[in-house]
Structure formats: structure tokens, C-alpha cells
């Protein structure tokens, strides 16, 4: 019997878990500047999303959109901030089993706590890293909680 590790072959391919092509993703933030390039992320991997500035009347307007897979939420948010919505949207049945992200640039194991123990799936602490958001993203869609703050 060998102890030698079987090698893996260099034709086998990588496996990364399947996006939806239709996926849609909800991004609530309120810098433009952060929406564009979270917008040009996600379309670099053939995700559509929309965009809402506020937490406030956000269960409204996701509720007007055919698809949620994914709400990907800053925390700071005018009128009604992250924590607000979040409470808004788990009390609305449609939306009860959408994973919600926090990404916010208060970045911190404090922060992260406070968003796990308020209800969020997940945390992406800004600025958000163009490396490494394609697997983030592909990691929450196959169901894979993220919490990652740096």
C-alpha cells in the first residue's frame, strides 16, 4: 500500500459552483460610485441587478421585481439604514428565504457581529475587492454564507 497522495490530474477541471443566468440581485446603496462598480461586478458575471438608494420602501419595490435571489445591502443608508430594512424585509413572507449581505465600510469584527446577530447571511467589507467579489458572489448563490470584513 503506498502513502503517496494520488496526484490530481492538470486536465481535470476547477469546479466553481453554477450562477443562475437569470439570477437577480436587489443592491441597496446609496454611493453611486460603490453601485457602478458592484453593477459592473455582477455583470461580469452575468447577473443582472437592480438598484434602490434607501433601505426605505425597500419591500416595496423588491416586491415589484419578478425575481430576488440575492439583496446585497449597505448598513449607512439615508431615511432608513441597513438594520431597518433587513427587519422590513424578513417580515415580508416572499422574501423570507432571499439571502440579505451586508457590505458596508464599516468594516469590523464588531460590525460583522452585529449584522450576524441582527439576521444578515452574510458580510463583504469595503472597499470591495474586484479579485475576490466573483467567488464571494458565487459562494452565496450556491448557499455558502460569506462573512468576510478585510
Known sequence: MS???????????IRKPNIPKDAAVLVVEDNVSNFV???RMLGYLGIHCEWKTSGYEVVEYADTLPRL??????????????????????????????????????????????????GFDGFLGKPLDPDRFPDQIRRILSGEPVWEYS
Open 69 to 118: 435571489d440575492l439583496i446585497l445591502m449597505d448598513i449607512r443608508l439615508p431615511y432608513e439604514d441597513g438594520y431597518g430594512a433587513l427587519k422590513k424585509i424578513r417580515a415580508s413572507e416572499r422574501f423570507k428565504a432571499v439571502p440579505i449581505i451586508a457590505v458596508t465600510a464599516e468594516a469590523s469584527m464588531e460590525q460583522m457581529t452585529k449584522a450576524k446577530d441582527s
Open 3 to 13: 502513502d503517496q497522495i494520488p496526484a490530481i490530474s492538470d486536465t481535470q477541471p
Open 37 to 39: 462598480l458592484i453593477a
